[in-house]
């Protein structure tokens, strides 16, 4: 039997949307960053992410901007981080074989003693995997896919030799050894897709990651309490969690109360001025005081 979930996963992170900050040159970035995760360990977030890109996404800043890969980046904060957890928000199932990802994990779970969260979602980005060269398949095959890795992952964390045979995806007899920290690694689905992604969440995840207004997100948690009463899944066993983009704490204390009162367990947050570090300790301190 799988060890329980781990509940909460999150109740406030802080996502590193961008590593463009002006005036820092590309040597000095990793500094930076490792600024911004210190000030976030020590000030009330519990959970750090990056985006799994590799290109930047133009919503946030021009493509051609500086985009770190997310593993080893996460890697070396784990090394100078003390208690946050570190995900990415979400990993594109594409972009690795499942069985890799699930040894890439692990190894980031060992590295920080059992701080890993597996973020993961069906992958987006067409633009990055034409220049890359990954095939971007349909919208449904890219579900399936992850349907398959949500399979095969879980398996590596806690079975001793798994196999798995699937249309995109085999593990035969795999080892992944050693095993995570805590017995497994909590895995949050992004996406809100009614129908797919969110039934992936109640057989699968132990969170998910929203999008919307509050009257959006509270449709789609009842969405997701339908599918865990089709699957008998507990829907309290996982961790509700939006994404929100803040810029001034304050401010955003009220806006995501609003959130919590519906139903939500934790929020991620992103600022624009992200290596602004008074302004991620007043957030961090300010908005811990709002989550459940």
């Known amino acids: 039997m799988s060890p329980a979930p781990i509940k909460p996963v999150t109740r406030l992170g802080l996502q590193i949307p961008s590593f463009t900050f002006p005036g820092v040159a590309d040597a000095d970035l990793f500094e930076t960053i490792a600024g911004i995760a210190i000030t976030a360990d020590n000030s009330g977030f519990d959970s750090l992410w990056v985006m799994d890109h590799l290109y930047q996404i133009e919503v946030v800043a021009p493509r051609e901007e500086p985009m770190l ?77 992850l349907e398959e890795a949500l399979q095969i992952i879980p398996a590596m964390f806690t079975e001793q030799t798994p196999s798995f045979q699937g249309q ?25 897709g009614e129908k797919r992604t969110l039934r992936l969440v109640a057989q699968y995840g132990d ?42 704490p304050i401010q955003a204390a009220e806006k995501i109360a609003a959130y919590t009162a519906i139903g939500v367990d934790g929020v991620v947050i992103n600022m624009s001025d992200v290596a602004d570090l008074d302004k991620v300790a007043t957030a961090g301190e300010t908005l811990r005081k709002v989550l459940p």
């Open 207 to 248: 969170a998910c990651n929203l999008f919307g207004g509050p009257d959006d997100v509270r449709h789609k948690l009842d969405v997701l309490e339908r599918h865990c009463a089709d699957v008998g899944r507990d829907p309290a066993e996982i961790t509700k969690t939006i994404l929100y983009t803040v810029r001034d």
């Open 168 to 192: 995109h995806y085999r593990i035969q007899e795999v080892l992944n050894n050693p095993k995570p920290v805590r017995g497994r690694i909590p895995v949050l689905i992004g996406g809100g």
């Open 69 to 145: 890969e997310a593993y080893t980046l996460l890697g070396a904060l784990s090394a100078r981080t003390r208690d946050i957890a570190l995900g990415t928000m979400v990993t594109g199932v594409t972009y690795r074989n499942p069985a890799l990802l699930a040894k890439i994990v692990t190894t980031l779970d060992i590295i920080s003693s059992g701080r890993a969260i597996l973020g993961i979602g069906a992958a987006w980005n067409d633009d990055e995997h034409a220049g890359y060269g990954y095939d971007f398949p349909t919208a449904k095959e890219r579900l399936d896919r």
